[in-house]
Nanobody, 118 residues
Framework: QVQLVESGGGSVQAGGSLRLSCVAS????????MGWFRQAPGKEREFVAV????????SYADSVKGRFTISGDNGKNTVYLQTTSLKPEDTAVYYC???????????WGQGTQVTVSS
């Protein structure tokens, strides 16, 4: 099993920045990718970004490209999401997730709230 713990959420004004962190513990050697999803009130959970640990590759949702950056520290089993130029529509609970095989998200964190005010 793998446990994921997020941190770094908070409240900011539009245009501001936050850095989210997610630390994995347990059978971390089984993880190929770690990423972030978000869920706004009344909306479905949506993909934000992913980091493939084995090759360092990244991918982003179109809505955050150019504003968010995902990175990882494999030695610390940690993935980061640097958010910039935040907009009110970025307000959501941000969840860290991890997979063993691409496309199948096996593990989820509890989520961290990000609130952006206009």
């Amino acid at each position: 099993q793998v446990q994921l713990v997020e941190s770094g959420g908070g409240s900011v004004q539009a245009g501001g920045s936050l850095r989210l962190s997610c630390v994995a513990s347990g059978r971390t050697s089984s993880i190929d990718g770690m990423g972030w999803f978000r869920q706004a009130p009344g909306k479905e959970r949506e993909f934000v970004a992913v980091y493939r640990r084995s090759v360092g590759a990244t991918s982003y949702a179109d809505s955050v490209k150019g504003r968010f950056t995902i990175s990882g520290d494999n030695g610390k089993n940690t993935v980061y999401l640097q958010t910039t130029s935040l907009k009110p529509e970025d307000t959501a609970v941000y969840y860290c997730a991890a997979y063993r095989y691409r496309g199948v998200w096996d593990y989820w964190g509890q989520g961290t709230q990000v609130t952006v005010s206009s």
